[in-house]
């Protein structure tokens, strides 16, 4: 009987219960904040440097080709050269080239220009003998009774970063009339 009163009590060999845990419950709180991510930078690579290309030539060079300021401004002239209102090829104003037994009424223009570039000089010109051209190259002329365009393409030298252009008339032959001139 002592064994049963034993058991009783708890004071057997028998098997031992195994407390478990209470399971957790979740509870509402605030919200994981995300690891941020490191992206990675393109890192540069040595090497050579580019070589700049030459920008292309835009636009008429020619300062008052058109003559539209009214003077020579831009312009070597002789003496006796003037800007007129008539006869004119576009605008109110064109340049009058005066040549006599001694001069050929001419009016030059230093411009700044590429080496190893292709340019054309235009002009409208009026008048007996009137010539255009860049100083030491190419260059035309003409004898008209209205205002004709000539041109004149040329390609400036390995080294050449400036030019001069010409318009002229010829000894005592009459007066010219220049108009729109350009070097594009």
């Known amino acids: 009987m002592l064994n049963a009163i034993a058991n009783g009590l708890g ?10 845990p209470p ?10 904040t995300p690891t941020p991510t490191i992206a990675p930078t393109a890192t540069p690579t040595v090497g050579s440097t580019p070589t700049p290309t030459s920008t292309p030539v835009s636009g008429n060079l020619v300062t008052n080709g058109g003559f539209e300021t009214g003077n020579l401004s831009g312009w070597t002239c002789n003496s006796g050269d003037s800007v007129i209102t ?20 001419e009016c030059d223009q230093t411009i700044a220009v590429q080496a190893n570039h292709s340019y054309t000089l235009t002009a409208y010109v009026y008048g007996a003998y009137a010539f255009l051209g860049v100083q030491g190259g190419a260059s035309t002329w003409t004898s008209s009774t209205g205002y004709t365009q000539l041109s004149v393409p040329f390609t400036t030298g390995a080294s050449q970063t400036s030019i001069t252009i010409y318009v002229h008339g010829w000894y005592s032959q009459g007066n010219v009339s220049v108009d729109d001139v350009t070097l594009k």
Request: no cysteine; charged share 0%; hydrophobic share 10%.
């Open 11 to 20: 004071g057997t060999t028998g098997p031992t219960p195994t407390p478990t």
């Open 23 to 32: 399971t957790p419950t979740p509870t509402p709180g605030s919200t994981p």
């Open 86 to 105: 008539s006869p004119v090829y576009s605008g109110s104003h064109a340049l009058q080239l005066a040549p006599t037994g001694s001069t050929t009424g």
